[in-house]
Nanobody
């Protein structure tokens, strides 16, 4: 099995920065897509950023120019650098990875989430 653990969330003032990390462990052969989602109170979960194994990225329009997703394949880790944070960025942020395991299956795995709160 595979387990994802997020870290780096917390309370920050508007205009500040945070760096989220998510490390995967377990029976990992290869990680395909890595992504960050978020869910604000009373709203549906949305894709924030994604990065392919080849380094191609995609972002939610509202975070373009402010957030940067990156990955370290040797560490099975994905990062989300968040700059110029706004109160509307407040949400629980979830890590997601599509993982190819040793016995040839590819499945999506989720972290438990880390809370980001941006105050005015």
């Amino acid at each position: 099995q595979v387990q994802l653990v997020e870290s780096g969330g917390g309370l920050v003032q508007a205009g500040g920065s945070l760096r989220l990390s998510c490390a995967a462990s377990g029976s990992i052969f290869r990680i395909n897509l890595m992504a960050w989602y978020r869910q604000a109170p009373g709203k549906q979960r949305e894709l924030v950023a994604a990065i392919t194994s080849g380094g191609i990225t995609n972002y939610l329009d509202s975070v373009k120019g402010r957030f940067t997703i990156s990955r370290d394949n040797a560490k099975n880790t994905v990062y989300l650098q968040m700059n110029s944070l706004k109160p509307e960025d407040t949400a629980v942020y979830y890590c997601n990875m599509n993982v190819r395991i040793y016995d040839a299956r590819s499945d999506d795995f989720w972290g438990k989430g880390t809370l980001v709160t941006v105050s005015s």
